[in-house]
């Protein structure tokens, strides 16, 4: 995945046009488009001008770059309804899934959205914070 493709998935996720990160980053839209399609390669410069105009260290950016089509291949993307990361989260290994939904309810599609969020934009303080809240509640229910 190249740089452009990543400040697409990067603007995406975080619910944004191009002519709002253009608006942002003191760039014309039509620039922003064409950074994105790869007719273009942006400056470090507007890169940072980017990547701040997205709320994100440039280091996500490259990060994207390199790892994105990886993170993306192994996980299931929340749908609308749930049921795609929904199933691949009920199944172990293959088995089929012990619960019977085949939908999340609104707020736990808003959990989910959330972790994963923090799992790919967060710190590493801020996965590690978020694993061991994580960690403790699985316990809890384990012990239950």
């Not at 990547?51 to 994105?68: H, K, M, N, Q, Y």
């Not at 303080?125 to 809890?140: C, G, I, K, N, Y």
Request: aromatic fraction near 4%; charged fraction near 25%.
């Amino acid at each position: 995945m190249g740089v452009g493709q990543a400040l697409v998935r990067i603007r995406q996720d975080r619910g944004l046009t191009q002519e709002q990160v253009g608006e942002k980053a003191g760039l014309a839209t039509s620039y922003v488009s064409r950074i994105e399609n790869e007719h273009v390669q942006p400056t470090l410069s507007t890169l940072e001008r980017l990547a701040e105009a997205l709320g994100v260290p440039i280091s996500t950016v490259f990060d994207w770059s390199e790892r994105g089509d990886n993170l993306l291949k192994h996980r299931c993307p929340v749908s609308g309804s749930g049921v795609c990361i929904g199933q691949q989260i009920r199944s172990d290994r293959g088995r089929s899934p012990e619960h019977k939904r085949s939908a999340y309810a609104k707020m736990e599609i808003e959990l989910l959205q959330m972790t994963d969020k923090i799992a790919l934009t967060g710190t590493k303080e801020m996965r590690a914070a978020l694993r061991t809240v994580l960690q403790s509640f699985v316990d809890q229910l384990e012990d239950d």
